[in-house]
């Protein structure tokens, strides 16, 4: 039977065959049916069933059917073929019919979606794009033989890329194969007047990243397609070309992947839509990084010292994918640095800049460099002096940073699209944050260095003490032993850099907690070749602080007068000094006992920058307390007397295990109680003495002996007798007590 899109030719008398190629007569035609004038041979069962190799016992036949021009795309054609036969030529009846048939589904579109090129083109490889470069897309639309109806397209960029045009009208340019049409009219005004532009993702890195062949969502711009081309050796295409903007989007970053969707869609005339789709290669978004980095050598000094600045710039960043483009290097000097002579050296230059210079100023200087581009593994290091355009205040940090920008997109490339862009991030990517993009504008890197000017130096250290013999004793590093009343000379030395040093003051702060430390006499004892004061040199002010009646500090304040310094000459030693000598003594209070450990403290105080913040500088020297410390044992040979009867005493003077020093000024008084008596001429030194008493008393109330010094080791003895007087009462004890002071 006739089928619909789909013609049939009568056969030939060749192509009415039996099974060996012999033709057949036949009569009729392929409408009405073919009659076969002559009976077929009998089935020779070779093979068993039927089925090739076919013989005389078979008939072929050979169709040849032409598809219409109007078919649609994704038809499905069912042929059937029946066959109808009788036993004798004279029967009246047939046997009943056998079908057959066969399926023939069309051919339906296929898209092909790809980049075709990228302005300006930076990339290392092709699908490579820097922020803000412009890619040309090409969509290609393979249309087979036949038609459709309502036809639509739909593209979507991927996050990241949006479209750009000069004017929704020629966003998009197509053409078609000779033998295409639409019935929407040509493809140009297609392009110029059915395509809409819709935000996908939010805006405004939404904005222009879908188009729509409709222009509405549910409309087909295309409207009906066809094709009557019927060259099967040439294909027809619809070839929509366009262009997308990488955008400065935050996510926008190195080694992303961006892709890109298509999608073609028609009418059924069975109902429902069909579709096919395709994606572009993805472009990999490149990126540079480039990094500086600034030292001073030496990073501390004073007006004397010319510290070495070095500025390098490499573009070696690990997985750095892509060129920078318009880099510059600035370095703005703090006050009061200058380049000495302008002098800029410039080395290891992979890459020299297109210019460099110094803007010169006043109280400091700037440092400029610029690169049209800086490529990957691209470096270069910058070394100058640095000279002082004025004095310097002791203990400021000067904080000098170099920073580095570049950009994505060269200027000279600018603009590679329409300007503004349709999607507002459609820029190149840059090193300012203030910038559209924000903070996607991440092209830039900074390097910091601290050049400290030398702080005031202070130093304490102990001159002298009044006894000798303290000296020697053990005690922890920078600590004096003294004993109670000791006198000690300490000396503060201020060693002022060859800068300002504002407001200077030098303190001294006796201890006043374990140890009592009293300040007797303080002093300005020298004050170095090279510092002139501009103002009277200051006395000692004394302080009280706990209103004791001593004296636990004193200060001497230079106040706003500076101190000039000169020569400059790069040293640092006695010429720099201010030394103040500080005596005072360890005061006859309680709560200065033995081993007691406490630090007498000197400062220096001034302020670095003039803003009213004092910097302070310390030094100590401890001092640790010893005291002698003597016992006394008193012994006799008899334990119980009678009225009359002597007894004999024995007193042993020496130190004390604790004991650590010497003791001075001893006193030993012995006096007796009234159950005894005296007897005269008896008191003399033991056989143990190796300090034998400077005087030795007695009379009838006591005994008393007295000893300049018992140095630590010394002992003496000291014997006397009394008898016991007749009115002690039997029974009665007798304690007779001997004292040491």
């Not at 036809?151 to 890329?161: A, P, Y």
């Not at 034998?692 to 006397?720: H, K, Q, R």
Request: hydrophobic fraction near 40%.
């Amino acid at each position: 039977p006739a089928i619909a899109g789909l013609s049939c030719d009568n056969p030939l008398a060749t192509d009415v065959v039996d099974g060996s190629g012999t033709p057949l007569a036949f009569t009729g035609d392929i409408a009405t049916g073919l009659l076969l004038t002559a009976p077929l041979a009998g089935n020779d069962g070779d093979p068993a069933g039927g089925g090739a190799p076919f013989s005389d016992d078979t008939a072929l036949i050979t169709l040849r059917c032409t598809l219409d021009s109007a078919i649609e795309f994704g038809a499905t054609l069912v042929n059937t073929a029946s066959v109808i036969w009788a036993s004798s030529p004279t029967a009246t009846g047939f046997f009943p019919p056998r079908e057959d048939d066969a399926t023939l589904i069309t051919d339906t579109p296929t898209v092909e979606k790809l980049f075709t090129s990228i302005s300006p083109g930076y990339g290392l490889t092709a699908n490579r794009v820097h922020i803000g470069e412009v890619v040309d897309y090409e969509l290609r639309i393979r249309l087979p033989e036949g038609t459709a109806g309502a036809n639509r397209l739909e593209d979507t960029l991927d996050s990241g890329l949006a479209l750009e045009f000069d004017t929704p009208a020629t966003a998009l340019t197509m053409t078609a194969s000779a033998g295409v049409s639409s019935d929407a009219g040509s493809f140009g005004d297609i392009a110029a007047n059915n395509v809409g532009f819709f935000t996908e993702g939010g805006s405004p890195g939404g904005d222009f990243r879908r188009f729509v062949v409709g222009p509405g969502e549910g409309t087909a711009g295309f409207g009906a397609i066809t094709n009557t081309d019927n060259d099967n050796g040439t294909d027809e295409f619809i070839t929509v070309s366009y262009r997308a903007r990488v955008l400065n989007t935050p996510d926008n970053d190195k080694g992303r992947l961006l892709r890109n969707d298509a999608n073609w869609s028609w009418q059924s005339v069975a109902g429902g839509r069909i579709d096919v789709s395709a994606s572009a290669s993805p472009l990999e978004v490149a990126e540079p990084e480039l990094r500086v980095h600034k030292s001073f050598n030496p990073n501390s000094g004073d007006n004397a010292t010319t510290p070495l600045v070095t500025l390098s710039v490499s573009h070696n960043a690990g997985g750095t994918t892509a060129t920078a483009y318009d880099v510059t290097l600035a370095d703005v000097l703090p006050e009061p640095m200058l380049i000495k002579d302008n002098l800029v050296t410039v080395s290891n230059c992979t890459r020299a800049p297109d210019t460099q210079g110094i803007i010169d100023g006043a109280t400091f200087d700037i440092f400029e460099a610029s690169w049209s581009e800086f490529r990957v593994d691209d470096r270069c290091t910058f070394e100058f002096e640095i000279e002082w355009a004025q004095t310097l205040n002791a203990g400021v940090v000067l904080q000098n940073c170099a920073d580095l920008r570049w950009q994505s997109l060269a200027d000279a490339d600018q603009p590679v699209a329409p300007d503004p862009p349709q999607n507002s991030l459609g820029v190149e990517r840059t090193g300012f944050t203030s910038g559209t993009g924000g903070s996607a504008n991440d092209y830039a890197a900074q390097s910091c260095a601290d050049f400290k000017v030398r702080d005031v130096g202070v130093r304490k250290v102990l001159i002298s003490t009044d006894q000798a013999q303290t000296d020697g004793l053990p005690a922890p590093p920078e600590t004096e032993p003294l004993t109670i009343g000791e006198r000690a000379t300490f000396e503060i030395v201020t060693l002022l850099p060859e800068t300002n040093v504002l407001e200077l003051a030098i303190r001294d702060i006796a201890p006043l907690t374990e140890v009592v430390w009293a300040i007797e006499s303080a002093a300005i004892t020298r004050i170095g070749s090279h510092l002139t004061l501009t103002g009277p040199t200051p006395g000692p002010d004394y302080q009280d602080v706990d209103n004791d009646g001593n004296f636990d500090g004193v200060t001497f304040d230079f106040g706003s007068n500076p101190i000039d310094h000169f020569p400059l000459d790069g040293m640092s030693d006695e010429n720099d000094e201010i030394v103040v000598q500080v005596t005072g003594k360890v005061k006859d209070v309680p709560a200065n006992s033995q081993q007691d450990l406490d630090a007498n403290v000197a400062q220096a105080i001034y302020l670095p920058d003039g803003t009213g913040s004092s910097s302070l500088v310390t030094d100590d020297w401890g001092i640790l307390l010893v005291e002698p410390t003597l016992q006394v044992t008193k012994s006799s040979t008899v334990t119980q007397v009678e009225a009359g009867q002597a007894i004999p005493y024995l007193i042993r003077i020496e130190h004390a295990p604790s004991s650590t020093v010497a003791a001075s000024d001893v006193v030993l008084s012995d006096l007796f109680p009234p159950d005894v008596t005296y007897i005269p001429g008896t008191l003399q030194v033991g056989g143990i003495c190796t300090i034998p008493p400077a005087t030795l008393e007695d009379n009838a109330l006591g005994v008393s002996a007295t000893w300049d010094s018992i140095p630590l080791g010394g002992v003496c003895e000291i014997g006397f007798r009394v008898f016991t007087n007749i009115t002690a009462v039997s029974g009665s004890r007798i304690e007779n007590v001997a004292d040491l002071f």
